[in-house]
């Protein structure tokens, strides 16, 4: 992919220069954009984020924000409230006052292909973060981890807390059958399917089998989805079914749920029937998984609620983001460990992707506190400072 730069007539390198010489020394296609004789002081980031409802989003925001400001760079970062217009809206502005870059985490995924036209077409290189920008030809690189790895984690430890696997992967003593119910993420986010199949591909084969029921038959992703990943609404489907399927008597023994916000809805629906309050209670809670090692969350699961959840180390992920635009500020190619595996629908869009750790109570210290991603007194506490 040429990616036609307007900030290839920004660069000053030796090699830029030769290879704008080459090209005519307009750079190919190239708007004019931020001047000649700058370098990343010159150049304007665009930041997309999707909400600040979840700790995730907000540290990733600062995160990039934070390293791309330390290279000199300007950023200009918004959060879209989970809106779709309002994520529209700010990109165009964005575009507008002249950004160099773009990076973008979208709230739905299908609805920037507009947006990514008028960047195109201003010579603005897009690098989709975290979330896959579909139908668009115009992604040009995605920062991301491993997520269908993601999925895998997560049906991997619901099986682990269930006792069917041991914590080293080994078959573990507990057959079942256990009851468990799915919880998916919004489905105009990629990264649901992925983590969904991820889970499914661990989890499918233990309910052919026998060892795994899914009472309510809800199987499908369509009807495990939680639109906008939110909270109230998964704690509402929990409600539901615990009122339409376990009405008889019967327990629910874990629920495999993608996110730690959802898992927090979960929990508060399956506390108020009456289990729990923890995994070891006399009525005890039921084995329900998560992501993104909210730190809520963790407290949860040092406290023993909650099993599990998977840490995305969002520090790493800002750092690619911040590779892969001076690679572009540069007029160069990111580069991506991925060429294969995110297909938006147009093209595959070459991808990093970053690799995920499970966390469950006893390793919080050894992979949340001793990575200084949270404090042993934010865990105690369950609240970032
Ligand atoms: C992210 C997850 C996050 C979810 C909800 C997904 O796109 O990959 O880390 O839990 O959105 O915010």
Redesign the pocket.
């Known amino acids: 992919m040429a990616v036609r730069t307007r900030l290839g007539l920004t660069a000053t390198s030796a090699v830029l220069a030769l290879s704008l010489a080459a090209c005519g020394g307009e750079g190919a296609g190239g708007s004019g954009g931020a001047g000649s004789g700058g370098g990343a002081e010159d150049l304007t980031i665009g930041v997309s984020m999707p909400t600040q409802t ?1 700790e ?2 907000i540290a990733d925001g600062n995160n990039v924000k934070e390293q791309l400001e330390a290279e000199g760079y300007s950023v200009d970062l918004q959060y879209a409230g989970d809106d779709i217009p309002t994520q529209s809206q700010q990109i165009d502005q964005m575009i507008t006052e002249g950004a160099d870059i773009l990076v973008i985490a979208a709230i739905d995924g299908t609805a920037l292909a507009g947006q990514l036209e008028n960047a195109a077409s201003n010579d603005i290189p897009v690098i989709a973060y ?2 896959l920008i579909r139908d668009s030809e115009n992604v040009n690189f995605y920062v991301t981890f491993d ?1 269908f790895a993601v999925g895998v984690a997560q049906g991997t430890a619901l099986l682990t807390g269930l006792g069917v696997l041991n914590a080293d992967g080994s078959a573990g003593t507990a057959t079942g059958p256990f009851n468990i119910e799915l919880f998916a ?1 919004s489905l105009d ?1 990629n ?1 649901a399917f992925f983590f969904f199949n991820g889970a499914m591909s661990v989890l499918q084969p233990k309910i052919d089998d026998g060892t795994l029921v899914v009472k309510s038959n809800q199987t499908d992703i369509e009807q495990a989805a939680i639109l906008r ?1 939110q909270q109230e609404t998964a704690q509402r489907r929990m409600e539901d079914l615990l009122t339409s399927t376990y009405n008889d008597g019967s327990r629910v023994d874990g629920v495999l749920s ?2 730690d916000g959802i898992s927090r809805g979960i929990i508060t629906a399956l506390q108020n029937a009456g289990y729990g309050p923890t995994l070891d209670a006399a009525n005890p809670m039921p084995i329900v998984t998560g ?2 090692a909210e730190i809520a969350s963790v407290k949860l699961i040092a406290d023993g609620v909650q099993s599990s959840t998977i840490f ?1 180390d969002t520090r790493l992920l800002a750092e690619q983001a911040v590779a892969a635009a001076a690679a572009f500020a540069e007029g160069n190619e990111p580069e991506a460990n991925d060429t294969e595996t995110y297909d938006n629908g147009v093209k595959v869009v070459p991808s990093y992707l970053l690799p995920v750790e499970t966390v469950f109570a006893d390793n919080i210290q050894s992979v949340l506190v001793d990575s200084g991603y949270w404090t042993a007194e934010e865990v105690a506490s369950g609240q970032s400072d």
Request: no cysteine.
């Open positions: 979840s995730r989003w975290d979330r997520n993420g986010d990264n990943w993608p996110y992501q993104d995305k």
